[in-house]
């Protein structure tokens, strides 16, 4: 049991430092650091522009979505050096957020069942940032429950015509192209008569319309199919086959969001450290310390729990449902923390105005922000039910 | 014993539900929420002519006269609308310290104002970050002249006077907290409008400049003041949080017999039905305990201390657990903004933090469960 | 809103006190006082023979089942009445324990479905404590599921004979009498079928077994039934209607347990303005605060909610399932409070041994019996089943 | 990296469960809760045999000089197993003491006896209720005579020798306090047995009355000896915890896979499946936190303090959460003498008060973070 690297592990550790410190965009990293839940700003630049820039110019060098194969535009590398490669990245990788459902979610899927022209013409502009891809699943009757789906898909000559209704995707905006699951047959049981299919999102037919959140932000969006076309080389999988492509897909989802989830943990630490109470130091209050120290066992708990996953990848088992403990661990913590956070602040606390309130209002975002993280990608009671069924295996 | 509001009063919160139903639909508080006003002027002009915002105030100053009881059940009803107006900046908190320890002429000049809705009101304690304590208080008060900066002022922007915490002494202390009564229209007071997680609700910075201030209550008897006039207010905010939690708790449970999922409504799982199910025990609980502070407030009862703190501790949890998890059983549309389960979430965790954080008052209570076991 | 006496109940409250201070058994009354969950010790005696004498004393007096008709051996007294009668015994009532059942369910159920000769005959003594009544509804196979039973009881002209198991029957070893839910009809689904009797205990065929508690103590029992004989007249309620019947015990057990359910705070708070931790005040601990803070605001609402529901039952409301938060809330906080007890004991926490752990070993007892109360009577899956369904109206 | 026990320490793992399987059946471990031996000598024997008693001792002293990587994985089949035997006390506590600052003669007098099982020690170190701290410590020491009680000991009763910790000074600092290794048998000490939630394990008070012993390390370092023994014990308590917590959790896994109610397993209702998954998340966690603080024990890593720290807390509220809701989820059944949940019950509570309770584990956990952070 160690964290040492090999010596190859050391060399590529080396070789990606050298690299991020020539090529960063240093000149955004004291905001990037500064980033959390429901806050991400770069004076005088738009996060889209900087993250595409910045993933375009790994790319070119090679250090895009290090574990994908060279010809798709990866680089072919281990799970560890990929992961070795997140923490040299650093908060650099904080830009990476837009392209974590292309990159986590539809490359993937298109990896396992596209075909190989397909493959080697869309994965490199994915893997490099210069098209970004969405994934349409969720549907307004549907919520979590994917096999309840409606959008309706018919064959027509070579082509299938698309009409229904997607929501809750993220980026869809400006995304390029996407994923889509729709109902082909509906005359068979929920779970049969699924397909799955990418498409262009510039396709005719297709309109957009960006979701207000609860925190006034606008991540996720409507998206309306009205007679869309999508040929038949761009099905994913045999047709009647979608739902195991999804479960593929949302797999995915749960690993990627998992494994980059944030607790919240560490700015509040940070916060109780510079905190006076009544004239004396937050962090000496016994009470607080309560409740810090439960926070800090299960920050360090995922965060252990995370690198005992890559080690089982290093050693190439592949990580089942038991990653689904990261994000619900992580989203109602990360609401107790900026809660808590606004508690320390007293009737002050309620200020959100980044130019008057506590360390820039960051844990105000954080609180308004953090109900969407137990919702998102599987619900803290669907999660919930994945562990106890696939994990220990009770009845369904 | 009947631990139970009279029929009379029952008959007031109904009439209170649906004068609030009518006057106060979602889309009022989506107004000031949005902007578009610092709050419903129409709406606190209707609560005036309701008699509402003088329910507690005696009728010798232009009051109803009916009492605390009645002023907790229209308070309920608040919460549940989430009105969008400064009723407890005005009523729980100004007008309760005028008439703990207003002079006869100090009471004349405001209190029928703001039963007739003519003058709003509010307390300016806070000096930034942290508990109320007479250390954190900075603003300072040399022969009547005031000379600081409060911070945040709930409904600062908006009010017509102040009730203001300052020091003019510096014995290190309690007694050099004294509190002045300053017209806010009067000069001397620049009021600055700060974003809040609630905007439905006024927030505000108020800098005072060599401001006149008459003493309100004894010079030395400021804090003492003070902390009866934050008992006072607690029980009532405990009321509108309390109509706030078993509106979540209602909306929580209607969507869950609406919402289908996997071919059945979501309701039918045990999951959403034990989410709902602790949502209803946290919320009876805090009703239970909020009867309590009632019960003391209107008594003036010896045990107010304890009862106004821990009203004010269930409640406050009970609001913000109904209100988080409402959105939970809303799933993804609960985190929309177009449905209603944010305005309870902001509305919940402001109220949190108004008159003290959830920490300061379990602090509080058991130091005076403590003092009086000692006793 | 009030917590005044009308006159008439000052009156009543004054002839109460007067006749506690004269007769009730004062030698017991600092060791009844110290008595907590899982721990009732008075020395020299036998709390079965105590407690009967002390209701029979009452009985003879006129003080017994006080909100029970005159003629069934109770008082007549209103619901209010029988609170301030409670509130005056204070601690003498905890010798009422071993009446619950037969008191809160078994004299309800008889009241409600006996004949009037059998309540003439039957009640009295159960009031007086002369006699002592079981319920016997679980079985081994049933658990929380009473429409799964199985104890047969089948029609022998004027008799009906039982054959089956019943199990966690509390007091079942010194009960006279018992009331007794079995299934009359095999052929009908679940919940039809059922009927309701009461039976003499000692009875021939029936074989009770102690069970042995986790915590060493034996509360409750096995009942084995072969071949026992009950006359008809004894049935309670139609046959095929003991669903019905036994809802009305259910009920009636949930709100007797709920009003009486033990929550530990008053007995933490003591022990923590006693304790001295490092040189200070257990008290003084802002953590220490800040966990007494929550709970206490917990036991006060579950006074203040029975205090409401008092109110309603005075204005001749019945009480509803509302009465199933008693326990659900007491039920996990007392086990919460007893470990918390624990803890701050640090290593000395471990012994029980009560000449040598703190406060007698209370909070150990309290710690190894805690477990229980979240079972018994209803686990807590159920009691928020049933509020989810019959108080907040969602589907069953 | 390699987060994960090497394959010869998961073949010693299997080793260690197949071996307690047999020799540690539950029927082993309440003939010591029922009082028929103070431990299962048989079983003490057992362990010698396999090596695991001197799994982390040098060969030099009779070990087999494996290390304590292997030591954790043995620690967590005895918690899984419950065993009731003087490990704990003898292995965690009086070897890492005697390996840490023993003398090469004090090393040859008892590591070998202690691999070979001919000895077992524990640490005499409480007296009465309260945290480890210095000042908690009034058995005295004047030129190696030592004189006052401590309690509770685990194992006391059974135990030959002791590592004790006394005060030999007064100037109030931490360097007041010495330890002392005292043969028990060598008189001047009386052991009573004391009753305990989990009477599957020893406790006793000892009391030493002009009780020889020698000291143990240098005289002013008796404390942060001490400090790094009880970190140092507190992930191999950690590991013992996490196994328990483990096997609770499959006990619970099991009923509800077989248990009938309604109709169907009583598993596949989501109130059941909700509970075993947040136990399944609790074990999780802390098995995550044990690794890492294995990582630091076995390389003395300057994070051992806090990597110590969350173990014990995590691997505490783990053992603790799953052995109380697998009781629940065994519904009655669960609270029966006759079931083995309330051995997990049992044993739970009582590791989670050795080396100090929670809260103490706690308060060291945010104060060694907050030093790091300010260094």
């Known amino acids: ?396 | 014993m009947n631990f139970e509001f009279s029929d009379d009063q029952k008959q007031l919160r109904d009439q209170a539900r649906r004068f609030l139903a009518e006057t106060c639909p979602p889309k009022a508080v989506r107004a000031v929420l949005e902007g578009e006003a610092a709050y419903d002027k129409a709406l606190w002009k209707g609560l005036a002519d309701m008699g509402f915002l003088g329910v507690a105030i005696p009728e010798a100053f232009g009051g109803a006269g009916a009492g605390h009881l009645e002023l907790c059940v229209i308070a309920e009803e608040m919460g549940r609308a989430l009105a969008p107006v400064p009723f407890a900046s005005t009523v729980y908190l100004a007008a309760e310290a005028l008439m703990l320890a207003g002079s006869e002429a100090q009471k004349q000049a405001w209190l029928p104002k703001i039963a007739s809705g003519a003058a709003i009101g509010t307390l300016a304690l806070f000096e930034g970050p942290g508990n109320p304590s007479p250390q954190a208080i900075k603003l300072s008060a040399a022969n009547g002249v005031l000379n600081g900066v409060k911070t945040p002022v709930a409904d600062g922007a908006i009010a017509d006077f102040a009730i203001v915490a300052a020091r003019n002494g510096s014995s290190g202390r309690e007694t050099d907290v004294a509190l002045y009564l300053v017209d806010l229209k009067a000069g001397g007071v620049t009021a600055r409008t700060l974003a809040s997680v609630d905007p439905s609700r006024n927030q505000a910075e108020l800098t005072f400049k060599d401001c006149k201030g008459e003493p309100l209550g004894a010079a030395s008897e400021g804090w003492s003041i003070l902390t009866r006039v934050l008992d006072r207010a607690a029980v009532l905010m405990a009321f509108e949080q309390v109509g706030g939690a078993d509106r979540a708790l209602e909306m929580g449970r209607d969507y869950a017999l609406d919402r289908v999922a996997f071919g059945r409504p979501i309701g039918s799982f045990q999951a959403v039905k034990h989410i709902l199910a602790d949502m209803y025990v946290a919320a009876t609980l805090a009703r239970s305990n909020c009867y309590y502070g009632a019960w003391a407030l209107s008594t003036d009862a010896g045990e107010l201390p304890e009862a106004a703190a821990t009203a004010r501790i269930s409640a406050t949890q009970a609001f913000q657990h109904c209100s988080k998890q409402n959105i939970q059983v809303h799933g993804g549309m609960g985190f929309t903004w177009e449905f209603d389960c944010h305005l309870y979430y902001r509305r919940s965790n402001a109220l949190a933090l108004a008159l003290g954080s959830l920490s300061y008052w379990e602090d509080q209570l058991i130091e005076r469960m403590r003092k009086k076991n000692a006793a």
């Open chain 1, 1 to 396: 049991m160690n964290f040492d690297d090999t010596p190859q592990e050391a060399a590529f550790r080396a070789e990606a430092r050298e690299w991020i410190a020539a090529n960063a965009p240093k000149q955004y990293e004291d905001e990037l650091a500064k980033a959390s839940l429901g806050r991400l700003v770069l004076s005088g630049a738009n996060v889209l522009d900087v993250a595409k820039a910045w993933q375009k110019k790994k790319a070119d060098a090679g250090w895009a979505c290090l574990h994908w194969p060279k010809e798709y535009g990866g680089r072919g590398s281990s799970p560890i050096e990929r992961v070795i490669w997140q923490q040299e990245e650093g908060v650099f990788g904080k830009l990476g957020r837009m392209f974590i459902i292309g990159h986590g979610m539809c490359g993937p899927t298109m990896m396992a069942y596209a075909s190989e022209e397909h493959k080697r013409h869309y994965l490199p502009p994915l893997a490099s940032g210069e098209k970004v891809w969405c994934q349409l699943f969720s549907e307004p009757a549907g919520g979590s429950d994917v096999a309840g789906l409606r959008t309706r898909a018919e064959r027509d000559g070579d082509d299938w015509i698309i009409n229904g209704q997607k929501i809750w995707t993220s980026g869809a905006h400006y995304s390029d192209y996407g994923i889509l699951i729709t109902r082909t047959d509906p005359t068979v049981p929920k779970h049969k008569g699924l397909t799955m299919f990418f498409l262009d999102m510039k396709s005719p037919g297709i309109e957009i319309k960006p979701i207000k959140q609860a925190n006034g932000q606008s991540e996720f969006n409507e998206v309306y199919f009205t007679d869309v076309r999508i040929p038949d080389h761009q099905r994913l999988g045999a047709v009647g086959d979608g739902w195991n492509v999804s479960l593929t897909t949302l797999m995915n989802e749960r690993m990627s969001i998992g494994a980059s989830v944030a607790t919240g943990f560490p700015e509040l630490f940070d916060y109780c450290n510079e905190l006076v109470i009544d004239g004396r130091p937050a962090i000496d209050d016994r009470a607080v310390r309560a409740k810090l120290a439960n926070w800090a066992v299960k920050a360090s708990g995922l965060k252990y729990t995370a690198f005992r996953s890559i080690s089982a990848l290093s050693r190439g088992e592949r990580p089942g449902p038991e990653n689904s403990i990261g994000k619900l661990v992580a989203g109602s913590m990360i609401q107790e923390v900026a809660t808590y956070a606004l508690d320390l602040q007293g009737a002050a606390g309620v200020v959100s105005d980044p130019a008057h309130a506590e360390v820039e209002g960051k844990f105000q975002a954080m609180l308004l922000r953090s109900p969407a993280t137990r919702v998102e990608g599987g619900t803290d009671e669907i999660l919930r039910n994945i562990i106890a069924e696939r994990v220990l295996g009770l009845p369904g």
